[in-house]
């Protein structure tokens, strides 16, 4: 397919998690990472990104698309946890049967694959700005795997830990192949400038809570 997802590997090459749910809205998957839904904004990926890279001590002033005569907007943001130098903000957007999730550097949605399957089934993927790699399937609130690269490749991950239909040859890294995988299983395709745009976001102070 055109667009598919495997440029996710590519365009996010300092760490990401990307995260699948099925039939669940977006800002459902954020409320189930732990966001209250009044705290979820509209933000694009350079505006996450200023508040990602903010450090504590940098003025306001320095984010570019913020009115700081815009009071009430500054003050749903501070309530939201924008402006406190968050650990992991998190973005979601949907195609046809599925929301998804894009993490930035982050791993939450790894911490919470039981709470987001619920009544569904969710795969993540997920690769640390080191290079390591590790992908995860759960149902039903339920994890049934989470493994990887090392794992699969030494054939170590039992029959019951096994992702239905995925197999890895170790021909390509293991983000990529998954990737390719949710491409060919499920049609999934996502178009770059869609995840570049406005989505629903939620920032978390912490990674893992």
């Known amino acids: 397919m055109v667009n598919g997802i495997r440029w996710i590997a590519n365009a996010h090459d300092l760490g990401y998690t990307f995260t699948l749910c099925e039939n669940i809205t977006p800002e459902e998957l954020l409320v189930r990472l732990g966001a209250q839904r009044q705290h979820i904004h509209e933000l694009t990926e350079d505006e996450a990104m200023e508040f990602l890279s903010r450090e504590e001590d940098d003025p306001l002033g320095d984010i570019d698309f913020l009115d700081l005569e815009d009071e009430p907007l500054l003050s749903r943001l501070a309530e939201a946890g924008f402006l406190s130098c968050p650990e992991a903000i998190v973005r979601a957007g949907a195609v046809p049967g599925w929301a998804y999730a894009i993490e930035e550097f ?6 919470h694959l039981a709470a987001l399957s619920r009544g ?60 390719r995988f949710l491409e060919d299983k499920h049609g999934i395709a996502i178009a770059w400038e869609d995840t570049w745009g406005p989505l629903p976001t939620a920032a978390f102070a912490r990674i893992y809570e």
């Not at 982050?106 to 911490?111: D, E, F, G, V």
């Open 106 to 111: 982050s791993a939450r949605s790894t911490a």
């Open 120 to 179: 569904t089934r969710t795969y993540s993927v997920y690769r640390s700005v080191n290079g390591e790699h590790e992908i995860g399937y759960a149902r039903d609130g339920k994890v049934l795997t989470y493994c990887d690269q090392l794992t699969l490749r030494s054939g170590e991950a039992g029959a019951d830990e096994a992702i239905p239909d995925f197999t890895y040859t170790d021909e390509e890294l293991l983000d990529t192949a998954f990737l």
